[in-house]
């Protein structure tokens, strides 16, 4: 079955840096769109950002962009999340996605890391 495993969560202090990875099992990695979604207490699920099949193309929710960076090695069957200038709000459960498409209306999650940035 489809597994998706996060690692690289963590705490760090406003203004530092963590790297999210995900590892994809049972699936063929390079059909489909990977992204990165968070949850914060009391708060929806929310997307942070989503890269295509081959990697060319990207997509990040406003509140990122410019401090996050997703990246996917198709041979490695491994997506990341590069995440810079943390802020006390990116504190959250990131979890891992795939799906056919970058718009992940249904996508396989993974199990979730836990960020937390102190202020």
Same mark, same amino acid.
């Given at each position: 079955q489809v597994q998706l495993v996060e690692s690289g969560g963590g705490l760090v202090q406003a203004?530092?840096? %963590?790297?999210? @990875?995900?590892?994809?099992?049972? %699936?063929?990695? @390079?059909?489909y769109a990977m992204g990165w979604f968070r949850q914060a207490p009391r708060k929806e699920r929310e997307f942070v950002a989503a890269i295509s099949r081959s990697g060319i193309s990207t997509y990040y929710t406003d509140s990122v962009k410019g401090r996050f960076t997703i990246s996917r090695d198709n041979a490695k069957n491994t997506v990341s999340l590069q995440m810079n200038s943390?802020?006390?709000?990116?504190?959250?459960?990131?979890?891992?996605?795939?799906?056919?498409?970058?718009t992940m209306k249904n996508p396989y999650w993974g199990q979730g890391t836990q960020v937390t940035v102190s202020s």
């Amino acid at each position: 079955q489809v597994q998706l495993v996060e690692s690289g969560g963590g705490l760090v202090q406003a203004g530092g840096s %963590l790297r999210l @990875s995900c590892a994809a099992s049972g %699936l063929t990695f @390079s059909i489909y769109a990977m992204g990165w979604f968070r949850q914060a207490p009391r708060k929806e699920r929310e997307f942070v950002a989503a890269i295509s099949r081959s990697g060319i193309s990207t997509y990040y929710t406003d509140s990122v962009k410019g401090r996050f960076t997703i990246s996917r090695d198709n041979a490695k069957n491994t997506v990341s999340l590069q995440m810079n200038s943390l802020k006390p709000e990116d504190t959250a459960v990131y979890y891992c996605a795939a799906d056919n498409s970058v718009t992940m209306k249904n996508p396989y999650w993974g199990q979730g890391t836990q960020v937390t940035v102190s202020s």
